[in-house]
């Protein structure tokens, strides 16, 4: 029997799953607002667009075990969001690795000590998350592919961490996603 087979048979999925998720529409930052950007809320608008948005991800089928957000308030509110829209309630920690600036090796590492998640949510920050998922395809480190406020894409890969670039089954905006909730 292959390991796929086995994995499935076991209930648990044959590849490993990586969703890649933006947070959602926050609170302005600037001077006139003065506020940390690491506590910048989502805003009232964002928070509901962001329900809608984790409805449609139900609907098309997510379902995750583990959610992992970058420490900064909008992602973590995001990623709140979305894990009380999944059933059963996933686990949930928090990688420096996703706030903005962090390296994509340290994320991988991070992912990478908890393999009896196989079907992984991370949250973060732009332009990072679009480069990310462009290395994590084989685009390569000038790619981008960038990520609207809420948008999320899936990728799988056969092995994690990865030896091999991944498979990206599809990558949605806000704006499909609301529409399919």
């Not at 999925?13 to 959602?24: F, K, T």
């Not at 509901?48 to 991800?57: D, V, Y």
């Not at 583990?66 to 990688?95: G, H, M, N, Q, Y």
């Not at 079907?119 to 332009?127: A, F, K, S, T």
Request: charged share 25%.
């Amino acid at each position: 029997m292959s390991r796929e087979t086995e994995g499935q048979q076991a209930g648990r999925p044959a590849e490993y799953e990586l969703y890649i998720m933006r947070h959602g529409l926050a609170v302005t930052h600037g001077p006139s607002t003065m506020m940390d950007d690491a506590k910048r809320p989502l805003t009232p608008e964002g928070k509901e667009k962001m329900r809608e948005i984790a409805a449609g991800l139900v609907r098309v089928g997510m379902a995750v075990d583990w959610i992992v957000s970058s420490p900064l308030v909008r992602a973590v509110e995001t990623a709140e969001i979305v894990a009380d829209a999944v059933s059963p309630k996933p686990a949930f920690d928090f990688c420096d690795a996703l706030r903005p600036g962090g390296a994509p090796e340290a994320l991988i590492a991070f992912l990478a000590k908890r393999p009896n998640h196989r079907r992984v949510l991370v949250v973060g920050h732009e332009p990072d998350l679009g480069e990310l998922s462009a290395r994590l395809i084989g685009a390569g480190r000038a790619a981008n592919m960038p990520f609207k406020k809420g948008g999320c894409c899936q990728i799988t890969f056969s092995v994690f961490p990865p030896k091999a670039p991944g498979r990206l089954i599809w990558w949605l905006t806000p704006r499909v996603m609301r529409k399919l909730a």
